[in-house]
């Protein structure tokens, strides 16, 4: 059984162009946490063997937890010391990308809010890298654009501490932030599926350490 969902959030927003420049700045701040990662990976039985490489270079599907610029070079022991980076694919049947940023740019180069509220659609693209803010609340289209729940100076600086040195000299954060709006079909039979699956193998996992 097939049913469509569709998510509203206010987001930093990053293209496959942004990615590609950030993510060799992120590797550079954490490759010791990184490797530490895939050695993890490597011991468990479960998981496929790979290259350093190759482990580095994988597809994020869904999540993966980044550690904040602010504890960069560290081992992120704790769960404050990271943020969750997210991946939605595009370019298929049916799916919807639409963002839509706060700060829009004229053709003169001029900056102000997007009180038109332009849109860019998404949705041809291959893949697409959100980070929400720190409090789901934070999150919600209309608190943020009416400005009583966080400001969009609020969201700038959130994100910037987040993502500190991990970004390019030129990244203009401000046109990034604003509203990502994900149309998109799940097959749940393939979910249930998947995660019994998932449990029986953490179960046959179990019963191998006892």
């Not at 102000?112 to 849109?119: A, W």
Request: proline fraction near 3%; aromatic fraction near 12%.
């Amino acid at each position: 059984m097939k049913r469509w969902y569709s998510e509203e959030r206010v987001v930093l927003l990053l293209k496959q162009e942004d990615f590609a420049s950030i993510y060799p700045r992120y590797l550079k701040s954490n490759i010791k946490y990184i490797q530490g990662e895939w050695l993890k990976d490597m011991r468990d039985p479960n998981t496929p063997s790979v290259t350093m490489e190759q482990f580095v270079n994988r597809d994020i599907v869904g999540s993966v937890k980044w550690i904040r610029a602010e504890f960069a070079g560290s081992k992120g022991d704790e769960e404050s010391q990271f943020f969750d980076l997210y991946a939605v694919d595009g370019n298929k049947e049916g799916v919807s990308i639409v963002f839509t940023p706060f700060i829009s740019v004229d053709g003169f180069g001029n900056t102000g809010f997007n009180n038109k509220r332009i849109k860019t659609d998404l949705s041809d693209v291959e893949k697409v890298y959100y980070v929400l803010p720190n409090r789901p609340e934070f999150s919600d289209m209309i608190g943020a654009i009416s400005g009583k729940a966080y400001s969009a100076i609020a969201l700038n600086q959130e994100f910037r501490k987040k993502l500190g040195e991990y970004l390019p000299d030129n990244f203009a954060l401000e046109k990034h932030i604003g509203i990502l709006n994900y149309t998109y079909e799940r097959d749940l039979d393939a979910e249930e599926k998947a995660a019994e699956e998932a449990n029986a193998a953490e179960e046959a996992k179990e019963a191998e350490e006892k």
